[in-house]
T-cell receptor, first 110, second 115 residues
Framework: QKEVEQDPGPLSVPEGAIVSLNCTYS??????FMWYRQYSRKGPELLMY????GNKEDGRFTAQVDKSSKYISLFIRDSQPSDSATYLC??????????FGAGTRLFVKA | EAGVAQSPRYKIIEKRQSVAFWCNPI?????LYWYQQILGQGPKLLIQ????????DSQLPKDRFSAERLKGVDSTLKIQPAKLEDSAVYLC?????????????FGQGTRLTVV
């Protein structure tokens, strides 16, 4: 079993839709949770960083962590074609090694 | 502020050949990471440096991969000899000294194809 599982998609939505991206993880010691966005042929860039359970909002993006079910989500409101990218969830225990999911490819159609 | 610089952007080599990648981190970033990203997968940490010292290299295939960080700044990652399964994007990232809220900044990566 992989430590972080993420559906690779692709996920295709019309412009303006609400997008829901999800990951599950297996290690209950994970405390820190991140979402990265990776455009084609670019390196990942950090979108959201959360600690423990709860919600965090930044503009059109909301990150949600449910530690009881080991489930993390990223919601994108009013999705735009510029949001088309691969979204990677990631986590670590507070130590050094960050574990990434496989990434979900998102396409937002104009 | 300049980002993480990597070179070359692309490299094609034959199996059993050697190859080296170079990374220049963001100025002042003490921590440097090398990740391997195989097509369709998330990045996998190969090695992490804090200044000159290695913090974690548990997933580095040490029989063929080596990395060094000169004077705590630039870093090189070498593969010798390369195998077909080494085809991947090699990402370098850097950050301030690692703490729980530290953000790592990634370079654009070097895309390696082994034929």
């Amino acid at each position: 079993q992989k430590e972080v599982e993420q559906d690779p998609g692709p996920l295709s939505v019309p412009e303006g839709a609400i997008v829901s991206l999800n990951c599950t993880y297996s290690n209950s010691a994970f405390q820190y949770f991140m979402w990265y966005r990776q455009y084609s042929r670019k390196g990942p860039e950090l979108l959201m960083y959360t600690y423990s359970s709860g919600n965090k909002e930044d503009g059109r993006f909301t990150a949600q962590v449910d530690k009881s079910s080991k489930y993390i989500s990223l919601f994108i409101r009013d999705s735009q074609p510029s949001d088309s990218a691969t979204y990677l969830c990631a986590t670590h225990t507070g130590g050094f090694k960050t574990i990434f999911g496989a990434g979900t490819r998102l396409f937002v159609k104009a | 502020e300049a980002g993480v610089a990597q070179s070359p952007r692309y490299k094609i080599i034959e199996k059993r050949q050697s190859v080296a990648f170079w990374c220049n981190p963001i100025s002042g970033h003490a921590t440097l990471y090398w990740y391997q990203q195989i097509l369709g997968q998330g990045p996998k940490l190969l090695i992490q440096f804090q200044n000159n010292g290695v913090v974690d290299d548990s997933q580095l295939p040490k029989d063929r991969f080596s990395a060094e960080r000169l004077k705590g700044v630039d870093s090189t990652l070498k593969i010798q000899p390369a195998k077909l399964e080494d085809s991947a994007v090699y990402l370098c990232a850097s950050s301030l000294p690692f703490s729980r809220g530290t953000e790592a900044f990634f370079g654009q990566g070097t895309r390696l194809t082994v034929v």
